[in-house]
């Protein structure tokens, strides 16, 4: 388990305003990256690194109510049992908002381990992701709020605790002690599900779990500082560099044909329509490049080579007074978009703003108030703004949100 | 507080079988009184002995989910504040199965310790019950499985944290310490919010909570055995005298105008139908004796003097050599159901079988496995029957229990 995983679902949740973003003057959060990461599968051309089998069990879609509703399947993956004897412990992953085989693929942490305590490993996939839809089809399942109403936090920790405990039942393994894990929105939910359902697991492996960002319980610019100080402690004047960017960025967008150069100077497939959609594409590279800097080479969401941003600094910084800084900003994230070098052109809307999962969760629940600082960020300044956020929850999908419903729920504010 | 909330819901969830139960062969579990602590009143020409505004709330219908639904008024009463100082103590009543300020009036227990701790009290309706009904009325909301579907512990226990959230958010009083307070379904509720709320109060005084009164964790026969054991070690003949008198009602209903006979001898108002009727409503009687047994007058369900049961064996234990043992069985039953000696004949369907709100919960989550056994009750003998119990529940409400959902969701099995 790295920190990885932790940070993907922040920049997820900023997603709603890009398109919002664009056509106000303010500076939006970053470019929406975040459903590449629910949709993305793993490389099926190579072979799944750990043993497993994959089955499925039915859930009833609302586990707090008793309307009559279609009960859904939910996909599981059952690691090797050979070490495994009955009542040993079972090793459960919480699954995060994708595919699970996904998170499998790249959990070596759990796979390691278990042999070492003869544990069987499960891992779960979170409703309303992967091949877990309620209503037999992600179409029929993202139709609107009705059919989305039941993708809920405290249903998927419902889910996990029901299927855990018909597992243990029949697999007559009931003292099993179970040890949950989860990494990022997952590390949420295994430390979550270990406060609510302390009878089924003795403990939770949390990994960056932003179990805090609610609500005024942490600073709003945390994440941003977070990035931007893995970069600045990388170098200062890479740091300082994008800093300046993004104002280099607008001035050259602004001038007749600027859009045209831009988009030739980065490589873009399709001419640019405004500056900010490049501010965004940029701005999702840099975060989740400090999500994925990992001191070996590493392929989760793009591959990249080992300590990735003291690569993409080594160009930025390069001969600063010979190369022009927008020229230098493009080949530091082109570590990022392109470190395999096979992109010919970029495509911004590669990733549309579709019905994705984890917005309909930012838009009902995970309200994680995020700004971005004039002072220690590295990004636009933006103040995160609860009215805009609502009304754009309203208008994608007829909802309001429940900003303070998290803390109510699970706690987190110093008592 | 006292053992006496415990278990009237013991016996409320019983009354489904009522009906079924009549046109059986086998021995059905006592009537149904459960609902008359649903729609019972405190007596409305004597002032409430408590110090109390009413206030209301308004709350999502559905915590878990996002479906659009209207939000409804839950209603909670809030004890004088005079000596309570900000972010002083607040005594939380978590309302039961009925109208918020009868369980206001006869818990005495939280009102009497409160001033010792300048605490705040406050007592919340639990939905679908009293006022705070979804859709506007009883009616709408008890209309369909449809209608009831969100009338369930885990929605009020949510509703509960949501109303003292708030509260203490207005109250400034963010500080407080929040002690819950509950007796029997109550009880229960303050002790899984204690496990499901860590965060919003620091303790809870579950008194006669029954939460191991599911599946397999305690024996079915346990709360007849309990009751039993009441009538026995009060007088060992009294207990046999009850436990003969069932096949004596029988017998006697069975001969020419027997049931005319049966119907005199117990002053009922209408002639009987079957024996079984008279049979439900003296079990009930007893079960509820055992439950409001307490050392002094007092008037919860019913009229009664200080030792109840001790009054109703006296009656039983009477001259039985020169006394009927039905008449004597009336004469004990009379204590409990006119004590006041006001009433001139009995409705055994003075308290119909109706959509009463605790029904609905025993067909939904709080399915009690609940048996009478042959040898250490006084009741006549019974199996719980899971498959006629699911299949009245069906027919009732078109819903189906889900009989492992409780111990799923709040534990029970040692572990």
Redesign the interface.
């Known amino acids: 388990m790295t920190k990885l995983f932790s940070l993907l679902l922040v920049i997820s949740f900023l997603s709603l305003f890009s398109s919002a973003a664009t056509s106000s003057s303010s500076r939006p959060p970053p470019k929406f990256l975040g459903s590449a990461f629910a949709r993305s599968k793993p490389n099926r051309n190579s072979p799944p690194p750990y043993r497993y089998e994959t089955r499925y069990f039915r859930q009833?879609l609302?586990?707090?109510?008793?309307?009559?509703l279609p009960q859904f399947t939910q996909r599981y993956l059952v690691g090797s049992s050979d070490k495994w004897s009955r009542n040993g412990p079972i090793f459960f992953y919480c699954g995060n908002e994708g595919d699970i085989d996904w998170f499998a693929a790249n959990t070596g942490f759990v796979w390691e381990i278990a042999p070492k305590f003869s544990a069987l490993v499960i891992f779960a996939e979170h409703r309303y992701y992967g091949e877990s839809m309620p209503y037999g089809s992600q179409e029929r399942a993202y139709k609107d709020?009705?059919s989305?109403?039941?993708?809920?936090t405290?249903?998927a920790l419902?889910d996990f605790?029901?299927l855990l405990?018909d597992l243990k039942q029949n697999l007559s393994s009931?003292?099993s002690p179970v040890v949950l894990f989860g990494g990022s929105y997952a590390g949420m939910l295994a430390a979550w599900m270990r406060?609510?359902?302390?009878?089924?697991a003795i403990g939770a492996l949390a990994s960056s779990a932003p179990i805090l960002q609610f609500e005024d319980i942490v600073p709003p610019e945390t994440f941003y500082d977070i990035v931007s100080n893995d970069f600045r402690r990388e170098s200062l004047s890479c740091f300082e560099a994008i800093k300046k960017s993004w104002d280099a960025l607008d001035r050259l967008g602004k001038v007749h044909d600027g859009l045209t150069s831009l988009s030739r100077k980065f490589r873009l497939c399709h001419k640019l329509n405004n500056t900010q959609q490049l501010s965004d594409w940029l701005s999702s590279a840099y975060s989740y490049l400090a999500m994925v800097n990992y001191p070996f080479p590493s392929g989760f969401m793009m591959p990249l080579p080992a300590y990735p941003i003291k690569e993409v600094c080594k160009r930025i910084d390069n001969d600063p007074n010979g190369n022009d800084l927008l020229d230098r900003i493009f080949a530091g994230a082109s570590i990022y978009y392109n470190y395999t070098g096979n992109v010919s052109c970029f495509d911004l809307d590669d990733d549309p703003h579709g019905l994705s999962g984890w917005d309909w969760q930012a838009c009902?629940e995970m309200v994680m108030p995020m700004s971005s600082s004039r002072e220690n960020s590295m990004f636009q300044p933006y103040d995160f703004d609860y009215t805009a956020y609502k009304e754009q929850c309203v208008q994608s999908y007829?909802?309001t949100p429940?900003p303070?419903?998290m803390t109510?729920?699970?706690?987190?504010?110093q008592?």
């Open positions: 009833n609302d586990h707090f109510s008793f309307a009559p709020a009705k989305m109403s039941y993708f809920t405290e249903q419902a605790t029901v405990t009931e003292e406060l609510k359902y302390p009878h089924v009902t007829n909802v429940r303070r419903w109510t729920e699970f706690g987190g504010h008592v």
